[in-house]
């Protein structure tokens, strides 16, 4: 059995993307360099989304202040 999105031809599977998957892509439509408050947000918001430490660290060390102990700390 395939799974297959809302609206998708039937005999075309479509790409099964985990929310998780969703999150993360989400994730990096959002510009790193944020005040700090922003970026907190941004951090649990994540969290809240399932992602993990990784995810969000990967994330924010593209930011051009990136300080992994306060991502830790977050």
């Known amino acids: 059995m395939t799974n297959m999105?809302?609206?998708a031809k039937p005999g075309?599977?479509?790409p099964a993307f985990s929310e998780i998957?969703?999150?993360?892509?989400?994730?990096y439509y959002i510009p790193?360099?944020?005040?700090?408050?922003?970026?907190?947000?941004v951090g649990m918001a994540a969290q809240a989304a399932g992602l993990g430490f990784d995810d969000f660290n990967d994330w924010s060390a593209e930011a051009g202040n990136y300080d992994e102990r306060a991502a830790r700390d977050t």
């Open 5 to 7: 999105m809302h609206g």
């Open 12 to 14: 075309r599977a479509a």
């Open 21 to 27: 998957d969703r999150a993360r892509d989400a994730l």
């Open 32 to 41: 790193p360099d944020l005040s700090h408050d922003e970026w907190a947000r």
